[in-house]
């Protein structure tokens, strides 16, 4: 079965580094989203983007973060000064379909920020 | 309260037995899904039901969907040790198709 992979699997940064998040979503799909979830705590949404462009965010999705899909495969998460807060796993998912398909997670990203 | 909210937050069963877990909403909905998570991994998905469908199957999970009642239930029989894991519900709604999940119910299943 096709799959959503991200890298790294777990980032250890110092606080104020960027940290960039990659994901390759599901070949034919056209959506693509960023969620995280902090330890012990829900999956929160960030972030969808469709047709090169941003569609949603979150209140949690502030100037300190961004996303590209740089090329035809990839979809990219980039916090740009991290602080102790962002430690969390990021998940990446893609869907094929604004709504009624499924929306696939990938295994995620664990970032610890120290 | 928030969207997505599940019941029971923990529930433990010996195997063999049922399991049903219940996920109450507030907006409108183009569908529902429920995730598997087992611990620190990602989100398996399990299930999507539209809000058009009243009862869903896939192998041993059965998923029901009330919208009037703005809930839905996620039922397993004849659990097994490898079904721990929590599970989530999530809703997407009609417009930005972005998910929204609740709490998450933490299943145990004793062998």
């Known amino acids: 079965e096709p799959e959503v992979t991200q890298t790294p699997s777990h980032q250890v940064t110092q606080m104020g580094q960027e940290v960039i998040l990659r994901c390759v979503p599901i070949s034919n799909h056209l959506y693509f989203y960023w969620y995280r979830q902090i330890l012990g705590q829900k999956v929160e949404f960030l972030v969808s983007?469709?047709?090169?462009?941003?569609?949603?965010k979150s209140e949690i999705f502030d100037d300190q973060f961004s996303v590209e899909r740089p090329d035809g495969s990839n979809f990219t998460l980039k916090i740009r000064s991290t602080k102790l807060e962002d430690s969390a796993m990021y998940f990446c998912?893609?869907?094929?379909?604004?709504?009624?398909?499924?929306?696939?997670f990938g295994e995620g990203s664990w970032l610890t920020v120290v | 309260s928030q969207q997505g909210e599940e019941d029971p937050q923990a529930l433990s069963i010996q195997e063999g037995e049922n399991a049903t877990m219940n996920c109450s909403y507030k907006?409108?909905?183009?569908?529902l899904q429920w995730y598997r998570q087992n611990s620190g991994r990602g989100l398996v998905h399990l299930i999507l039901i539209r809000s058009n469908e009243r009862e869903k199957h896939s192998g041993r999970l059965r998923v029901t969907l009330d919208t009037s009642k703005k809930s839905s239930s996620l039922l397993i029989t004849a659990s097994r040790a490898a079904d721990t894991a929590s599970y989530f519900c999530?809703?997407?709604?009609?417009?930005?198709?972005?998910?929204?999940f609740g709490d998450g119910t933490t299943l145990t299943v004793k062998p």
């Open positions: 907006t409108s909905i183009n569908n």
């Open positions: 998912a893609s869907s094929g379909q604004l709504s009624g398909n499924t929306i696939y």
């Open positions: 999530a809703t997407v709604n009609t417009n930005a198709g972005k998910s929204t």
């Open positions: 983007f469709y047709n090169n462009e941003i569609s949603e």
